[in-house]
């Protein structure tokens, strides 16, 4: 039997799920492949989204017409923002969710999603003809035709599961691995490797002592994912719990390390190095008496928590002995062990930025198979990828994200130029640019595109343009309204900042450290009267304001640097030179240009072992 489709995504994971949604809510006819319609979306370890820099890159695709902001806020029973006591560029929202009812929104979504189909089956050959990919063959005989493929196949290539000594093949616990598909991508020239990631011990609440843990509440404030949502919060609320361990822990974890799959010789593939496992902290920190740890729920009925911050791959009866030496979990039981899997990436230097790969024309990658890790990462990559499957099926200009733009941007661009020594995870600290992609503004660096382009909609457009006309108005009212020091200074006093000797502008009174337009609007009379005009999503229309007042110099110093650099990512390069013919360029240069083949000079600049001197020679080659 055979099929035949616009776009074809191989996986439901978090980048296929956004990848499928996008390239069928922009027209293309496509089809989502999985293999269990009943893990759709699956959270394979914590079930939380955000954190810090993940939570900018939830509401860029939010912001972008995705839906993983909606679906973590329609099951989030738990939602903070990080960061509070560090400045707005840093301010990062993440959310505990019912692991659960999350495929299920996920799976109400794409079912529903004119134009396409989901199939539940597992590919196992890919169909290229002349240097371009043309369809696929599944495990059960069916062969799909498409004009593009997006794979999104998370740790699923040639799995392998680790607990001890134990190894059992699989793509998650209970899930059997993908085979074939890795060797008949590799036989088209595009590299391949290891890597390695791992999961803690799943504990049945019941067993738990919490009078020995310090709780954590969440909060309840405005703040969402989606710029859409209502602001409700659709399920009960939960807190999670902290713990330490100890030195009896440390103990028994280091008499089990002769068991051990990372110190062994059992595992070979790269770690994360940010996300490490309990095993590797002991032995990376030996003179650190405690490690944090967070308990936190799966859901909102059941009893299953996730033991954060105890990933590992020891054996049973050591993960078991350890965690009985914690006051809380004295009496232990659990659900299952944690675990280490290993599985194949490729290496992300042979995609565009566009995620299509170079070697094999319309075949995209996206998510863990390029070296990432995080949900958040691998939704990113799949709205980008599908996008551009569906341009490349239909026409258009490429859909790229900037370094200035988007976490998103500066995700691919890491990949696509750098490539990955260990699995990438996005930090605030990558981001040289980090106070332009602040999480209240995605909305307003993205969603115009995004309509332009046909994946926002109307009422998401028409949402963003009166939140910029409300956030305006503000501003305009602020700079224009004067102060006068016999009506204010008394309400300086009382906030404790310096009174006024003479008149100034509202303005600069909200640069003050003290002063907000909220506690100003109580006092100045025609300042609330002004505020009051908005009727819909005040609270962070305000927000948005006063950020932007409170941190102007910063941010258009900001943009001046960004506008500079800009300049170089005009200046195209590819295919015009021949580097290895250039000899004044270094050795080290002309094999890593050869290989990434970058698109700008711009892009040039951020290879790793490119140095300014070289960037010189290819300006001076290019005429500047």
């Known amino acids: 039997m055979e099929f035949k489709y616009d776009v074809i995504v191989i996986g439901a994971g978090h980048a296929g799920c956004e990848a499928a949604a996008a390239a069928a809510n922009l027209g293309s006819r496509t089809c989502l492949i999985t293999m269990d319609m009943n893990k759709i979306g699956q959270m394979s370890c914590n079930p939380a989204v955000g954190g810090i820099a993940k939570g900018q890159i939830v509401r860029e695709i939010d912001a972008l017409g995705g839906y993983m902001g909606l679906v973590t806020d329609k099951t989030a029973i738990q939602f903070r923002i990080l960061n509070r006591s560090k400045g707005p560029a840093m301010w990062s929202p993440r959310a505990q969710c019912d692991r659960n009812k999350f495929i299920w929104a996920w799976r109400e979504i794409l079912e529903n999603t004119p134009n396409l189909h989901i199939w539940q089956d597992t590919v196992c050959e890919l ?18 035709r498409a004009k593009c493929v997006v794979l999104t196949a998370g740790t699923f290539l040639n799995g392998l599961m680790h ?28 590299a391949y490797g290891r890597m390695k990631t791992g999961t803690p011990v799943r504990i049945d609440g019941r067993s738990v002592h919490y009078e020995d843990m310090d709780i954590q509440d969440g909060e309840n404030d405005f703040h969402k994912f989606s710029f859409m949502d209502n602001g409700v919060r659709h399920l009960k609320q939960l807190p999670c719990w902290t713990c330490f361990t100890n030195g009896e822990v440390h103990r028994v974890l280091r008499e089990g390390l002769p068991d051990s799959p990372l110190f062994n010789g059992q595992i070979q593939s790269i770690g994360p190095r940010y996300c490490p496992s309990i095993e590797t902290k002991i032995v990376t920190f030996p003179d650190k008496e405690q490690h944090q740890l967070f308990l936190e729920p799966e859901g909102e009925t059941t009893q299953e928590l996730y033991l954060n911050g105890f990933s590992s791959s020891l054996p049973l009866d050591i993960q078991i002995e350890a965690l009985k030496k914690i006051p809380a979990f004295r009496d232990l039981v659990i659900y299952r062990p944690g675990y280490a899997i290993e599985y194949d990436f490729f290496d992300p230097t042979q995609l565009k930025h566009t ?52 976490y998103i941007g500066v995700l691919i ?105 909220e506690n100003m609007a109580e006092h100045v009379s025609v300042f609330r009267r002004e505020l009051d005009k908005i009727t819909d999503r005040k609270k962070e229309i305000i927000e948005a304001a006063e950020i932007l007042i409170k ?36 050795t080290e240069a002309r094999q890593k240009l050869v290989r990434v083949d970058p698109e700008t000079i711009a892009q040039a600049s951020r290879i790793p072992g490119v140095s300014p001197s070289d960037i010189n020679v290819l300006l001076v080659l290019c005429g500047r």
């Not at 134990?166 to 088209?188: F, K, Q, V």
């Not at 569906?390 to 490429?398: A, R, T, V």
Request: hydrophobic share 35%; net charge neutral; glycine share 10%.
């Open 127 to 144: 169909l290229v003809e002349n240097g371009e990919v043309t369809g696929l063959t599944t495990l059960w005989g069916v062969t799909f």
């Open 163 to 190: 607990v001890g000594r134990t190894m059992l093949p699989g793509g998650r616990m209970a899930e059997p691995a993908s085979y074939r598909l890795t060797e008949s991508i590799a036989r088209h020239g595009i």
């Open 355 to 406: 995620l299509e790969t170079k070697k094999i024309k319309n075949l995209f990658f996206a998510g863990q198979v390029n070296g990432t890790t995080g949900y958040e990462e691998a939704a990113g990559q799949g709205i980008i990828a599908g996008i551009n499957a569906h341009i490349n099926c239909h026409g258009g200009e490429p859909f790229t994200l900037a370094r200035d733009e988007a």
């Open 413 to 517: 661009d890491d990949l696509v130029t750098k490539g990955v020594d260990e699995p990438y995870r996005m930090f605030t600290s990558r981001a040289e640019y980090r106070i332009l992609l602040r999480m209240d503004d995605a909305d307003m660096r993205l969603t115009e595109r995004a309509w332009k382009l046909g994946l926002a909609k109307d009422d998401r457009y028409e949402l963003l343009k009166s939140k910029r006309e409300a956030v305006t108005s503000i501003i305009e009212f602020a700079r224009n309204y004067s102060m006068k020091p016999a009506l204010i200074n008394p309400v300086l006093e009382q906030l404790g900042t310096t009174p006024l000797r003479q008149g100034c502008k509202l303005v600069d009174l909200i640069n003050r450290p003290q002063v907000t337009l």
């Open 551 to 586: 941190y102007e110099g910063y941010i258009g110093r900001e943009r001046i640097i960004a506008d500079k650099l800009a300049r170089l990512e005009s200046i195209k390069i590819k295919g015009r030179f021949d580097y290895n013919s250039i000899q004044s360029l270094s």
